[in-house]
C-alpha cells in the first residue's frame, strides 16, 4: 500500500530510474516509483550503451550493493555498428584497434598516411589494454564530483592513442561535407543533441564512444532485477498515470494519481522521462526538437545472415540540415527490421504526415544493401508508429566553459510562466546534450 507522502517520487520507470531509486533508499530517502508509461527516455538511446557508460552503470550497482545480486555483463549483448555515409560502410566491431583501423581503411582522410602505415606496427592486444586503462582512467576521475576541467579526462597518458586522439580531432575540427555528416552522424548515435559547433570534449567523447565495444541492454530482464532490488529495500512503485499536478507558490506540493491512492505529496519530484504532451509547465526546450517513428516489416532477402543484430545508422550527405536527418535499423534475429526514422516537430507537425515519407526514404536506403528488394512487398507490410526518441538541435553555437562543466543543473529546472517550479526536477533525455547518456547518468545518478 502506498503512502501519501515521500522524500522522492520518481516519475518514469526504466533501469536509471531503479537505479536512482535505489541510491536514494540507501541514502535512508522514502521512495515511491510512479510507472506512467507515458513518460519515456528513449529505447535507441539507454539500451544501447557504450564502454564508458558499462562501466559507470557497474560502478552505481556496486555503490547502491546490489552487485551480489545482479551481474551486470549476463544483462548486456556486444552489438556491432555500421555506419552508412553515402557509399561507404564503416563497421565498428568490440576491439579498440580494429575499430580505429576501420575507420583508416574506409576514411584515410582521418588521419594521415604516415600513420596509416604504422598501425601494421602496433600491437593490438597491448593497444585495446591501454584503451581500456584509459577508460577507467576517465571514469575515476569523473567520479570525483568537481569540476575540473573535463578536457583533462579525457586526454590518455599514452602517446600513441594521443596522436590517434589529436589526429582525428583535427579531421573533425575542419569544415568538409564529409566532416560534417560524420560529426552529425556520432552525435546522433551517441548523444541526443545535433550542433555544427562541438567542444574538443565533446569530440573526445564521441571518439571513446567509436572506439569502444557498444552493447544492447536486457532491458526486460535487467529491470525485473532492479525492480525486485528497490521492492525489497522499501521502495514502492505504482503502474498509474499522473492526471493533475498542483503547485503553491512556484512549487510542485502534490500530484493526483488515476488510482484510488489519489493524491501523493513528496519533497522532490523528478521526471526521468519525456511526455510529449501539454502539461502545466516546460522543459528546457529553447531550440528545435527531433521526434521520431517507429517502423516495422519483415524482409525476405538473401543477405539478411551478413547484418543480423547489427545497428546500421543511415546520414546520407543531402539529408544534413534537412528535416528528416537520419535513421537507423536493427535486423532482428527472425528477420524483422525495426526503423528509428527521425524528423523535425515544427509546430503543428503530426507523425502520421510522415509515414510514407519515412518508409519510402528507409527502402530506397536498404536497397542499397539489399538489391532486388520489391517495395510492394515492402508497402504491403510495414508497420508505423510515434517513438519516444527525442533529439535536440542547436545551430551555431559552441559549447561554453559553463556548458562544459560535467555535473551541471543546465536543463534540469522546469519552469511556469518562465520561473523557475521548485521540488521538480527534469531528467529526461534532454539533459543528456553534453556527453550523451555519459554525463546524463553522473549527473542523474
Request: glycine content about 4%; hydrophobic content about 35%.
Amino acid at each position: 500500500m502506498l503512502k501519501r507522502e515521500y522524500d522522492h517520487v520518481i516519475i518514469g520507470k526504466s533501469y536509471i530510474s531503479l537505479l536512482k531509486g535505489l541510491g536514494e533508499l540507501q541514502r535512508g530517502k522514502s521512495v515511491l516509483i510512479v510507472d506512467d508509461e507515458r513518460f519515456q527516455l528513449g529505447d535507441k538511446w539507454i539500451y544501447n550503451i557504450g564502454d564508458l557508460e558499462k562501466r559507470l552503470i557497474h560502478f552505481y550497482i556496486n555503490s547502491y550493493g546490489v552487485d551480489n545480486a545482479i551481474e551486470l555483463d549476463n544483462y548486456l549483448t556486444k552489438t556491432n555498428t555500421m555506419l552508412y555515409l553515402n557509399d561507404k560502410m564503416i563497421e565498428l566491431s568490440s576491439s579498440p584497434f580494429a575499430n580505429i583501423r576501420e575507420f583508416a581503411r574506409k576514411l584515410p582522410e582521418c588521419f594521415s598516411s604516415e600513420f596509416i602505415d604504422s598501425l601494421s606496427t602496433i600491437d593490438s592486444e597491448n593497444f585495446n589494454k591501454e584503451i581500456d586503462l584509459f577508460f577507467n582512467r576517465i571514469i575515476d576521475y569523473s567520479l570525483l564530483r568537481s569540476n575540473t576541467d573535463l578536457l583533462n579526462f579525457f586526454i590518455p597518458e599514452n602517446k600513441n592513442i594521443e596522436k590517434i586522439m589529436s589526429t582525428f580531432l583535427s579531421y573533425l575540427d575542419n569544415d568538409s561535407l564529409k566532416n560534417k555528416q560524420l560529426q552529425y552522424i556520432l552525435q546522433a548515435l551517441f548523444q541526443t543533441f545535433f550542433s555544427n559547433k562541438i567542444s574538443e570534449v565533446e569530440s573526445r567523447y564521441l571518439l571513446c564512444s567509436i572506439l569502444g565495444t557498444r552493447y544492447k541492454v536486457d532491458r526486460i530482464s535487467l529491470e525485473s532485477q532492479l525492480l525486485f532490488e528497490f521492492k525489497t529495500r522499501g521502495g514502492h512503485i505504482k503502474s498509474t498515470k499522473v492526471i493533475n499536478w498542483e503547485f503553491y507558490d512556484q512549487r510542485l506540493e502534490y500530484i493526483l494519481l488515476d488510482s484510488y491512492e489519489g493524491l501523493i505529496r513528496a519533497n522532490l519530484f523528478s521526471l526521468l522521462g519525456h511526455l510529449n504532451a501539454e502539461l502545466p509547465f516546460q522543459y528546457p526546450t529553447k531550440n528545435l526538437l527531433y521526434k521520431s517513428l517507429k517502423l516495422n516489416c519483415n524482409i525476405d532477402h538473401d543477405f539478411t545472415s551478413l547484418f543480423k543484430n547489427k545497428r546500421i545508422v543511415f546520414c546520407e550527405s543531402d539529408k544534413i540540415g534537412t528535416d528528416f536527418p537520419h535513421f537507423e535499423v536493427f535486423l532482428k534475429d527472425n528477420d524483422e527490421v525495426n526503423v528509428l526514422f527521425s524528423y523535425a516537430d515544427h509546430e503543428g507537425t503530426k507523425p502520421k504526415f510522415y509515414f510514407d515519407k519515412a518508409s519510402n526514404d528507409v527502402y530506397k536506403s536498404l536497397n542499397q544493401i539489399f538489391p532486388g528488394l520489391l517495395q510492394k512487398d515492402w508497402n504491403s507490410q510495414i508497420q508505423a508508429k510515434p517513438s519516444h526518441n527525442i533529439w535536440l538541435e542547436n545551430i551555431n553555437t559552441k559549447s561554453t566553459n559553463k556548458q562544459a562543466k560535467l555535473y551541471s543543473d543546465q536543463g534540469r529546472l522546469c519552469t511556469i510562466e518562465g520561473k523557475p517550479v521548485k521540488a521538480l526536477y527534469y531528467e529526461g533525455p534532454l539533459r543528456s546534450r553534453y556527453l550523451g547518456i555519459f554525463g546524463y547518468l553522473i549527473n542523474v545518478l
